[in-house]
């Protein structure tokens, strides 16, 4: 059975980092994607950053770029959001996806919480 790990969220003061981390394990196939989202109350889960386990560049929402990094480690399955210059918008809950080659139907981990404070 697939699962993801999710750790790293917590509470930063604006300007401060945090790193996420996402583990995935019991996958027979390959992955083919990874990345996170955030949701806030009343709104839609939105992507922030993904990246893709073959070499393309990664993908960044707007408001993120030149801030968050994502990146991968594939011999751990794992996939990392380092988050600087944080700012109180970056607030919500952060949820790590994941695609396969095949077989399998994308999977979300359980969410982590992200509380940035001005």
């Known amino acids: 059975q697939v699962q993801l790990v999710e750790s790293g969220g917590g509470l930063v003061q604006a300007g401060g980092s945090l790193r996420l981390s996402c583990t995935v394990s019991?996958?027979?196939?390959?992955?083919?994607?990874m990345g996170w989202y955030r949701q806030v109350p009343g709104k839609q889960r939105e992507p922030v950053a993904t990246?893709?386990?073959?070499?393309?560049?990664?993908i960044y929402a707007d408001p993120v770029k030149g801030r968050f990094t994502i990146s991968k480690d594939i011999a751990k399955n794992t996939v990392y959001l380092q988050m600087n210059s944080m700012q109180s918008e970056d607030t919500g809950i952060y949820y790590c996806?994941?695609?396969?080659?095949?077989?399998?139907?994308?999977?979300w981990g359980q969410g982590t919480q992200v509380t940035v404070s001005s």
């Open positions: 996806n994941v695609e396969f080659t095949k077989f399998y139907a994308p999977k």
């Open positions: 019991g996958n027979r196939f390959s992955i083919h994607t």
């Open positions: 990246i893709k386990w073959r070499d393309f560049p990664p």
